[in-house]
């Protein structure tokens, strides 16, 4: 695919997404203090990074990412309708394909191996908009991952529904996936990220994870 020729610009709808994440984003991170929205934003920011790169970066890919989680957070399918609505069938059909599950009840999500496994399943025939966002999201996460174990040891995996080796065996097989479709920045660093956690914990069996 060829570079973008145009400058990516951002209007008043970006502002109106971030508005409407805000609304619905009002936790903190897991086991912290920090805003929920940091993330959303970091992601967003990552996407944005890869503009003038080998996939065009596009208003509303970025406003994909600041929305990539509010659909299977906050509301599930009615709440993808509603994202239809307010920024439309580009964004919305993106946001569908970041999310792992459609469902409203947030108590009453599948599994957590169900719901990673038909995300995986999904993610190798989504375009690469998707593509990109869901890398830059990984990205986020596991450097997040990363710098809190260097701080805190094996007690990061608490925060978490599953431990050490079901989050590496995630990353990994999300990894997988990327580099079969695509090669950029993104996935690299993902892999160095995921390479390093998982030399910095090995021999670790994690079994204690968050209820």
Known sequence: MTKPTQNLVLTDR?????DYARTWHTESR?????PYMAHLLGVAALV??????????????????VLHDVVED???????????EKFGA?????????????????????GWEERKVAYLSKLRNE???????????????????????????PEVWKRFKRGRNQQLWYFDSLI????????????NELQRVVAELAA????????????
Not at 30 to 34: C, N, V, Y
């Open 48 to 65: 944005m990074g890869e503009a003038g790169r080998s996939i065009p970066v596009t208003e509303d890919m970025v406003i994909a990412a």
């Open 127 to 153: 375009p690469e908009d998707v593509l990109l966002i869901s890398a830059a999201d990984k990205v986020y996460n596991a450097t997040a991952i990363l710098d809190d174990y260097k701080e805190i040891g």
């Open 90 to 110: 580009h964004v919305a059909e993106m946001v569908k394909g970041l999310s792992d599950t459609l469902a409203e009840d947030h108590d009453k999500k599948e």
């Open 14 to 18: 970006f502002t109106r997404a971030i």
């Open 74 to 84: 906050h509301g599930g399918k009615p709440r993808l309708d509603e994202v239809r």
């Open 176 to 187: 997988a996936i990327f580099q079969l479709r695509m090669s950029n920045r993104l996935v």
């Open 200 to 211: 910095l914990s090995a021999g670790e069996s994690s079994k204690t994870t968050a209820p």
């Open 30 to 34: 897991k086991g912290t203090q920090i």
